[in-house]
């Protein structure tokens, strides 16, 4: 596990920079931050080496595609029941997109997008269906904010 010690302000301002557009290019990001892509491309490489850098994805408007109902499902599941069967209930489901085991009243927090209310009704039965899941309670998202969704800064 790297230490903070190993991450200098460059490289911190490499990940802040792919983070917010991972198609950037590396003389994109060394005119940025003051390096050749060379030096940018060895910095990359470094991260990715050290487990900081684990992937690149990107960010799809789910609207777009039909799924425009985003919820999060808090899952109550029996005393006996292990992390990875709690995973394992929901993971199977096509329209979760993540699952977050937590510790508290709750065992998970699932993430999980439907075309209508309909749709998230249905998907909410299949996770109760489980047999053992003992309670759920649905939070419907309104409008939602990440630090890193945002459009493309060309700035």
């Not at 198609?23 to 080496?49: C, M, Q």
């Not at 009704?121 to 945002?150: C, E, N």
Request: charged fraction near 30%; avoid cysteine.
């Amino acid at each position: 596990m790297p230490s903070p010690s190993e991450l200098d302000g460059t490289d911190l301002e490499i990940i802040d920079l792919l983070e917010r557009d991972a198609r950037r290019t590396l003389a994109d990001i060394g005119k940025r931050v003051s390096l050749s892509a060379p030096a940018v491309k060895r910095r990359i490489d470094r991260l990715e080496s050290l487990g900081i850098i684990t992937g690149y994805t990107i960010h799809v408007d789910h609207a777009k595609l039909g799924r425009p109902l985003e919820a999060f499902t808090e899952l109550l599941f029996t005393g006996s029941t292990d992390v990875e069967t709690i995973t394992a209930t929901a993971a199977e489901i096509p329209e979760v997109e993540a699952v977050f085991t937590t510790a508290g009243d709750r065992d998970a927090l699932v993430w999980l997008r439907a075309r209508d209310m309909p749709h998230l009704q249905h998907v909410i039965d299949q996770l109760r269906r489980s047999g053992r899941v003992t309670g759920t309670k649905t939070l419907m998202v309104l409008a939602a904010w990440s630090r890193h969704a945002t459009k493309r800064d060309d700035a």
